[in-house]
C-alpha cells in the first residue's frame, strides 16, 4: 500500500517536505493542500519586486528556467497532487484525515493520511490600533501585498508611506518603496531599528539609512492610523505626532499560524509556535510540522525560539518530508538565529547572540569587541565593515558575530555562523586559514582581526570602550582625556569635536609631555578605526598610564553626531 | 634592559612581527633588517597595479591613510629602527649577532640579539633553460618587477607575451596584461591550471580563460627562451612549438629563502623551509621564523607544508613577534592550504584538500561530490558557482571545498574553511544556519545544497558520476542510455551531443516506456545542473532501474566541448 502523506501549507517548508519526500519514496501518495492561488513563492523576493530590482513576477513562481510550479508542474514533474485555493479545514487525528474546503465553490471534502505536515507558515501581526481597516494600509507577505505595493510602485500616485515597524522586512521594504520615489518614514515603537543587533550597530545602519532620505522614528509607536471616506491619510504616534501618508506597510513581526494545530489539540509551545521534537514531530507520532509555524530551538542558549527564515523553512521541510518518508531518521539541530539583511548600499547581519542577547539568555562573564575597517585593501576599493564579536569569557567560545557597513558582510556572517557552529574559540580564530587575494579580503580578513582584538581584550593587553560611555564621559567632563592620533588632514577633514586632542601616532612618542600629568587619569585613544588607537594605548601604558582605553572602532563605528 | 629583537625580512612576516613584538613590549630595542628599499610591500596587489585597477604606486607601500611605510614611519608610529637596503650576510648564533652589509656603500656591521626573528621570504623558481638572461623575462615578485610591468602596460608597446606556469600568480599575471591589451599565452607544464584544483574545476577555469582572448597551453614545459641581440624573441617549448612574444613572465612557484637559515646551522625540512615548531621556534630557542621561508604542517594530513600565502605570513608574524616578545606563549596550528584567485570575471578557490591531494595524502576512503547552481536567485542577477566537495567517508568530515565560478566564491570557501577548521561533518552541514536573504544567496545557500547532495550520495540514494566518466562512457558508444530531462527549449539552446536523448523531467513519468527494457541498462541522468536529474534518477530507481546515476554538476559542470 502508497503511504499517503498530506502537507499543508505551498509557500517554502511545505512544497519542500512534499519534494523530499517524493524523491525518497516514489509510490507515496503526496499531496500539497494550499489556500492561496500560488505555490513555492519566493516571498523573500517580494521587496525586490515591488522595488523594481526585476520587473516579471513569474520569477517569483517559477523554476530557475521559467517553468511555473503550479500544479501541473508538480503532478509532472514530481508526482505531487497539489491542491490550491484548498482550505484546510480541521484535523481529525483518531480518524487520520483533513477536512478540506474548496474556495472556490465551497464544497467540502475529506482527505485520509498516514503521514501528515504541517507547514502553515506565519501570519503578519497587526498594531491593535484604530483605524485598520482603512485603505491604503497593508503587509508585505503574500503575493497579493507584492502585487498591490508593485502597482503602486509603478502608478507613481502616492508620495508619501509610513513603514510600520523596523525589523527586517520593515527595512527591506523601506528600500524597495525608497526606490520607487516614495518618502518614506519608518516607525518603530523600540529604541531602535533591528532590535537584533546591539544599540551601536542599529543606530549606525539607522544613520545610513537616513542618508539616503528616508526618515525615521523610533521610541515612538503607532496610536492610531488616520483617514478619511475610507482612505488612509495619516498616522498617529503616541506622542502625538501626526505624519500624513497614503501608505502604510506593517511589518511588526509575524505570529506562528497555529491555530489547525491547536484545534487538533497538538502541542504549542511557549512562543506560540508548533511544539515539535528534533525530528519536527509533533505531540502526534504521525504529524510533522516545519518553517514558520513551528517553535524550534536556539542551538546556543538551549531555549525555545520561533524563527521565521525562509532559509529554515527550506531546511525544515527537508527533514519533515524524509521523516515522514522514512520515518524518524534525520535530525534538525535548532537555529542560531543567522540574518542579514540588505537596505541601501549597506548591509546587516548577525549569527549567534548578541551582546543583549547574550546576557537576557543568562551568560553573565562575557566580552565583546568592536572592530572597523574595509572588507578589501584600499586599492581593491574596498568598502568598510563594522563588525561586534560576542564571546563567552571561560572558555573564549565564539557566541556571535555581528556586522554592519558597505562592504562584505554576507561573508563576514557566513564565516561567523560556521564558527559558532564548530564551537570555535577566539584560539581557533586568531590564525584562521581564510581565502585572500585582494579582491576578496586583507590580508588579514575583518573576521579574524575582530578574533585578534578579543584576544587583546581577553589577556587583558587592551583596554576597550564603547562609543557610547565615551559621549557620556565626555559630555560629563569629568577630566577624561580624549586623545585622536590620526594625522592633522584627516581631523580637518572628520572630527568628533567631544574635547578631544590631536597628537598624531608619530608624533606621540616625542609629545608625551602634553598628556596628563596624573598617570592615574583616564585616556582614551582613538583614530578612524583605532588600530592607531590601540598602538598608541600600548605605548602610554609603557610610560605609566594605567587606565588608557581604546575607543572600540573608532570615529568609524562612531553612531553619533560629529561636529565635522 | 632593553630586550633586543632583531627581525630579517621587510615585506609581510617581518614588520608584523616587529609591530607584534613592539606592542607587546614597548621597551624592546626592535630592529628590521631589509635588503631591499621598501618597506610593507602589499605584494599581492602587485597584479592589480600591472592591470591598471589602480595607478598610485604609493598605494602597495601605504598606510590606509596613506602615509608611506619607510624607515620614517616606523621609527615615529612605532618606535621600530627599519633598515633598508640592508643585507643580513651572517647569523653568528654562539655570539647572537647578525652582520649586516649595507648596500648602498658596501660598509658592514654587526647587530647583537636577544631573539632573533627570520623572514626572507621567498624567491621565484627559474626554469633551467636556455637564454634565461634575455632582456623580456621577468618574475611578478618584488616592487621592481611590477614597476617592470606597469611601464610595459603604459607604453603599450609589447604586443605578445607568455606567462611560463598557470598557478595563482600566472593566473593573476594573465588577467593583469590582458587587461593592458596584451595577447597573453599560459603555458603549464602539467595537464592542468591551478594544480591545487581537481582537474575537472581546472578545466572549467581553463575554458573561461579561453573564453576572455587568452591561449592556454597545458602539458608541454618550456625549453627555451629565444632571443635576438640580447632581448627576448620567443619561447620553444618541450614539443617543439615555438611562440614569438616580447616578454614572458615566470611564475612556476617559490622556494623557501632559508640559505641564511641553513649557513647558520639552523634545520631546514623536507619541503626546503625552515623548520619551525608550534611556537614558530627554529632548532635555535633564540629564533624564530614566519612568513615564506619557513616550513609549516597541513592540519588536515599532519605533513609538512610549504604554504607561502600572504595570509599566513601576517599571522605567523603576529605569532612569531609576540613568542619572541613574551617567550613561547602562542601558537601557530598550521595551514589548511586555502587559496583563492581571480581570473576576469572568475573566481576560484579551495579550502583544505581536493580528491587529489587527499588521495595522495592517504585517505583512501572519500568520497566526493560536484555541483552547480547559481549563488544568488535568478531575480537577483545570480551568477554560477560550480563546488565540489571532499568528504572523509568513515565520519563524514569534510576534508576539502572547491568552488569556481563567476559568483561569489569568496563567501563559500571561507564557510568550507571554517567548517574544516572546525572538524564539522556532512551531517552538521546539511542543517547549517547560514545568512540568507536574497542579495546574498539562495534559500538553500550552495554550501548547504552540496552538503544535501553529498549526504543523498552517502546514504546510497543517489548515485553520481563524474563529466570525465560519462565522457569516456559516451565515446566507448557501449549502450550506455544518457538521459537529458531538460526542456526542449534549452535542448535547442545548449547540448552536450554526446548521444543524449530528450525526455524532459515533467514528461518522464509518461515516456517511462522510451527508456531501455533491460532494467539493468545504465542510465545517466543529467540537466543544466542536474537537480532535475536527481530527481529523474530517484524516480527510475523507482521503476526498477539498478543503475541510474546522476551526472555531478550537469552541463554547467562540463568541461568539455559541447554541440552547441
Known amino acids: 500500500m502508497a503511504k499517503k502523506i498530506i502537507i499543508i501549507g505551498g509557500s517554502a517548508a511545505g512544497p519542500k517536505a512534499a519534494a523530499r519526500a517524493r524523491r525518497l519514496d516514489q509510490r507515496a501518495d503526496i499531496t500539497l493542500i494550499q489556500r492561496g492561488p500560488d505555490l513555492s513563492m519566493a516571498s523573500c523576493g517580494y521587496p525586490y519586486y515591488v522595488g523594481g530590482v526585476f520587473d516579471d513576477r513569474r520569477m517569483l513562481l517559477s523554476t530557475p528556467t521559467g517553468v511555473v510550479r503550479d500544479p501541473k ?3 509532472n514533474a514530481k508526482g505531487i497532487t497539489a491542491l490550491t485555493g484548498t482550505e484546510a479545514a480541521a484535523i481529525d487525528r483518531k480518524r487520520r484525515v483533513v477536512s478540506c474546503t474548496n474556495l472556490a465553490d465551497g464544497s467540502a471534502n475529506e482527505l485520509s493520511y498516514d503521514k501528515l505536515i504541517l507547514a502553515t507558515g506565519a501570519t503578519p501581526k497587526m498594531p491593535p490600533v484604530p483605524g485598520r481597516d482603512l485603505e491604503g494600509i497593508t503587509t508585505l507577505q503574500s503575493m497579493n501585498d507584492a502585487d498591490y505595493l508593485r502597482k503602486i510602485r509603478d502608478e507613481r500616485v502616492i508620495k508619501k508611506a509610513v513603514i510600520i515597524g523596523g525589523g527586517l522586512i520593515g527595512i527591506e ?11 518614506i518614514t519608518v516607525i518603530e515603537a523600540l529604541p531602535q531599528l533591528l532590535t537584533f543587533l546591539d544599540p551601536q550597530l542599529a543606530k549606525i545602519v539607522e544613520n545610513h539609512i537616513r542618508g539616503r532620505r528616508a526618515n525615521v522614528i523610533t521610541g515612538n509607536a503607532l496610536a492610531e492610523f ?3 471616506d475610507g482612505k488612509l491619510t495619516g498616522v498617529k504616534l503616541v506622542n502625538g505626532t501626526e505624519l500624513p501618508c497614503e501608505l502604510a506597510v ?3 513581526g509575524v505570529k506562528p499560524d497555529a491555530a489547525l494545530a491547536a484545534a487538533a489539540g497538538l502541542t504549542v509551545g511557549e512562543t506560540g509556535g508548533i511544539a515539535v521534537d528534533e525530528f519536527l514531530k509533533t505531540s ?3 504529524i510533522y510540522a516545519a518553517g514558520d509555524c513551528i517553535e524550534t530551538v536556539n ?6 525560539a520561533h524563527a521565521p527564515y525562509g532559509d529554515l523553512a527550506n531546511l525544515q521541510g527537508r527533514v519533515a518530508g524524509e521523516n515522514a518518508a522514512c520515518g524518524d531518521s534525520v535530525r534538525f539541530p535548532g537555529t542560531i538565529q543567522t540574518g542579514i539583511c540588505k537596505v541601501f548600499d549597506f548591509s546587516a547581519g548577525i549569527t549567534g547572540l548578541s ?8 551568560f553573565t562573564d562575557i566580552e565583546t569587541v568592536v572592530i572597523a575597517g574595509p572588507d578589501k585593501p584600499g586599492f581593491m576599493n574596498g568598502k568598510l565593515l563594522i563588525t561586534k564579536m560576542t564571546v563567552n569569557r571561560a ?6 558575530l555581528q556586522c554592519v557597513g558597505a562592504g562584505d558582510v554576507g561573508r563576514q556572517i557566513a564565516s561567523g555562523a560556521l564558527a559558532v557552529m564548530g564551537k570555535l574559540a577566539v584560539t581557533d580564530l586568531v590564525n584562521a586559514d581564510l581565502p585572500y587575494a585582494p579582491p576578496f579580503s586583507l590580508a588579514i580578513d575583518n573576521f579574524i582581526a575582530a578574533a585578534h582584538a578579543m584576544e587583546n581584550k581577553l589577556k587583558g593587553r587592551m583596554k576597550g570602550i564603547g562609543a557610547a560611555e565615551v559621549k557620556s564621559l565626555a559630555e560629563k567632563m569629568n577630566g577624561v582625556f580624549l586623545l585622536d592620533v590620526r594625522g592633522p588632514d584627516e581631523y580637518e577633514a572628520v572630527r568628533l569635536g567631544i574635547g578631544e586632542v590631536l597628537i598624531p601616532l608619530g608624533a606621540l612618542r616625542k609629545r608625551v609631555g602634553e598628556l596628563p600629568a596624573d598617570k592615574g587619569a583616564t585616556i582614551i585613544c582613538f583614530c578612524t578605526i583605532s588600530l592607531r588607537g590601540w598602538e598608541a594605548a600600548a605605548f602610554l601604558a609603557s610610560q605609566g598610564y594605567t587606565d588608557v582605553r581604546v575607543m572600540e572602532g573608532g570615529i568609524a563605528a562612531w553612531p553619533y553626531p560629529r561636529e565635522k
Open 299 to 304: 542551538r546556543i542558549t538551549g531555549k525555545k
Open 284 to 286: 502526534d507520532p504521525d
Open 395 to 400: 572558555d573564549g567560545r565564539l557566541l556571535g
Open 173 to 183: 521594504t523601506c528600500e524597495a518603496l525608497e526606490l520607487a520615489g516614495i518618502e
Open 226 to 228: 488616520l483617514g478619511r
Open 355 to 362: 551582546e543583549t542577547a547574550a546576557r537576557a539568555a543568562g
Open 73 to 75: 508542474f508538480f503532478m
Open 250 to 252: 506593517v511589518a511588526v
